[in-house]
């Protein structure tokens, strides 16, 4: 297996960028969300990897998102595809939960690194306080069971996740 870059834009776009980016402008990614096209989504996305990839010094051909969205009920889901992962830690899908109080929280499908029990992927979250919370490991990496699984997290106020780490090391739960 190759091994992570972590400078790279297959990394840095879904762990970091992106996330910061939704979180500091809420209102902005929303409204973008709700008004604008897929077309637009795409440009934006393409422009924040783009991004990346200058800033990193390390380029791969263009990449071009898919947009699938969901309406439920009480809020929407918005979930992005990402370049077929090469290595662990690299991310399948983005997802995005939303609803008219614009609560917004950010899922992640990793490829798994350790891949225990034939897993070969990670469900996990990405909160404004950059923290990164480990929900369960999964062998199943359709589209459909990413958007179920985050459409429940977004439900399910009182879970209990596996794991938490941040950026700071900090608030730390195994």
Same mark, same amino acid.
């Given at each position: 297996? %190759? ?6 834009a297959?990394? !840095?776009? =879904? ?8 979180? *500091? ?7 973008? /969300? ?6 637009q989504?795409?440009?934006?996305? %393409?422009?924040? !990897? ?11 051909? =263009?990449?071009?998102p898919?947009? /699938? %969205?969901?309406?439920?009920r ?10 077929? =992962? ?24 990793? *490829? ?17 306080e950059?923290? &990164? ?5 999964? $062998? $199943? ?5 990413f ?8 439900? *399910?106020?009182? &879970? ?8 700071s090391?900090? $608030?730390?739960?195994?």
């Open positions: 297996m %190759k091994d992570l870059i972590v400078g790279s297959r990394y !840095w776009l =879904p762990h970091k960028t992106l996330p910061r980016y939704i979180f *500091n402008n809420t209102d902005l990614f929303l409204r973008m /969300v709700r008004i604008g096209s897929d077309k989504i795409c440009t934006m996305i %393409k422009s924040l !990897w783009e991004t990346c990839q200058m800033e990193t010094g390390y380029c791969e051909s =263009p990449y071009i898919q947009v /699938v %969205k969901r309406e439920y009480d809020f929407s889901v918005l979930v992005l595809t990402m370049p077929t =992962p090469k290595v662990g830690l690299e991310v399948f899908y983005v997802g995005i939960t939303y609803n008219n109080e614009n609560e917004v929280r950010y899922f992640v499908l990793e *490829n798994s690194m350790t891949k225990p029990d034939d897993a070969i992927a990670n469900l996990c979250e990405w909160t404004k950059c923290h &990164h919370i480990n929900y369960r490991f999964t $062998n $199943n990496i359709e589209l459909e069971h958007i179920d699984f985050i459409a429940e997290e977004f439900r *399910n106020r009182n &879970h209990e996740p596996g794991a938490i780490s941040s950026f090391r900090e $608030n730390k739960r195994w």
